[in-house]
């Protein structure tokens, strides 16, 4: 994933329990250290370094015909930081365990594909004496897949699928906590903080905002592994205070199926 300057590597484990339920575990994590706007890269992957874990179950499936179907998926997840996120203006943020929950539902055939999706991702605090607070930050996306008729092959044929694909964030303003006076407790910032409001909350300027991102993916699925990969460009890219925008996103995959190989 490449992100404002910013390569990251996500590995992610999933497995299906039953049908319609599955677990994931990704952890995807910095290979240069720069910063970077938070809030979740895709839906099935947050966008900072932390590990999460998440459940998957689709409560409705409806077959429409050969190869095609009517499903609903819910997702809930939890993560944890493994890396801290630099700053411009101090030391990284002492960030908290965070939830996520999201719902996604579209429409699968073999010539189309159609999806609709949502999600929020809060982040708690660990004791009510830290007021350090993570922006939280709510994603929705809309997709549009097509496979050319020349392409409709059945396996172990590969199949290629194209995509264009939406996506829209809000990210909330992050908080950093204020050392009591007459202390040097709280973090060594190396900044000057902002100054706190009337309930002696430090809301940094610099964090959070709105954008809309939009551009051209793919996936390609030959026997058990799949390519996939795309790259996103602003429609409205709206980051709060002096941080940088963003010119581009770019993802790319790799997928192996390691069970269920001889059906």
């Known amino acids: 994933m490449w992100r404002a300057g910013v390569t990251m590597l996500g590995p992610q484990f999933s497995y299906g329990i039953k049908e319609d339920l599955q677990i994931s575990i990704s952890a995807p994590f910095h290979v240069d250290h720069g910063e970077h706007p938070t809030g ?151 900044a000057p903080p902002p100054p706190p409001d009337a309930s002696g909350i430090v809301v940094l300027p610099n964090s959070g905002g709105t954008g809309v991102f939009s551009g051209p993916t793919f996936l390609c699925t030959y026997r058990s592994v799949a390519f996939q990969g795309g790259m996103l460009f602003p429609l409205l890219d709206q980051p709060n205070g002096t941080q940088k925008h963003e010119r581009f996103r770019a993802a790319a995959s790799v997928t192996f199926y390691f069970l269920g190989r001889h059906k």
């Not at 099935?44 to 998926?73: C, K």
């Not at 630099?86 to 990284?92: F, N, V, Y």
């Not at 809309?142 to 008729?149: D, I, N, T």
């Not at 264009?164 to 709280?186: F, I, M």
Request: no cysteine.
């Open 40 to 190: 979740r890269f895709t839906a099935m992957m947050p966008g900072d370094p932390q590990v999460e874990g998440l459940l998957a179950w689709r409560f409705y499936h409806v077959s429409t015909g050969i190869g095609s179907r009517n499903e609903a998926t819910f997702y809930f997840g939890a993560s944890a930081l493994t890396q801290h996120v630099p700053r411009a203006d101090g030391l990284p943020l002492g960030r908290q365990p965070g939830l996520y929950g999201a719902l996604a539902a579209g429409h699968v055939s073999r010539r189309y594909d159609v999806w609709v999706g949502a999600g929020y991702q809060h982040y708690a605090r660990w004791t009510s004496s830290v007021d350090d607070h993570q922006s939280d930050s709510l994603l929705s996306s809309f997709v549009v897949g097509w496979r050319p008729p020349f392409l409709n092959k059945d396996y172990p044929k590969p199949d290629l699928r194209f995509f264009w694909e939406t996506t829209a964030e809000k990210v909330g303003l992050a908080q950093r906590d204020v050392a009591p006076p007459g202390s040097s407790g709280g973090h060594d910032h190396g």
